[in-house]
């Protein structure tokens, strides 16, 4: 069974920054594995915002994002993270952390494996 845990969510001001981390662990940690944030807001459905494949070589990013979020990976901790810079109130959602073996997609049905969420609010 893989177990995904994030950490780092908290309250930040508008423009401010936060590094989300998604840590793997358990009896069997998926190989080649693609990881994945997604976010949920409250009343929304749940969306991508950041892909990369096991080498770091691909990676993906939702256009409301783009510039100011960055997801990069340490396999060799079995972590990925994800840096959000410029934070805006629409930004304010549960962030979840999505693994799932072989290529990268950027849709949630994609992925097997999924953390609880960490809750990321930003105050205007």
């Known amino acids: 069974q893989v177990r995904l845990v994030e950490s780092g969510g908290g309250l930040v001001q508008a423009g401010g920054s936060l590094r989300l981390s998604c840590t793997a662990s358990g009896r069997t940690v998926i190989t080649n594995a693609a990881m994945a944030w997604f976010r949920q807001a409250p009343g929304e459905e749940r969306e991508f915002v950041a892909g990369i494949t096991w080498s770091g070589d691909t990676r993906d990013v939702a256009d409301s994002v783009k510039g100011r979020f960055t997801i990069f990976r340490d396999n060799a901790k079995n972590t990925v993270y994800l840096q959000m810079n410029s934070l805006k109130a629409e930004d304010t959602a549960v962030y979840y952390c999505?693994?799932?073996?072989?290529?990268?997609?950027?849709?949630?049905?994609?992925?097997?494996?999924w953390g609880q969420g960490t809750q990321v609010t930003v105050s205007s």
């Open positions: 999505a693994a799932r073996s072989g290529s990268m997609y950027n849709v949630r049905p994609a992925y097997a494996y």
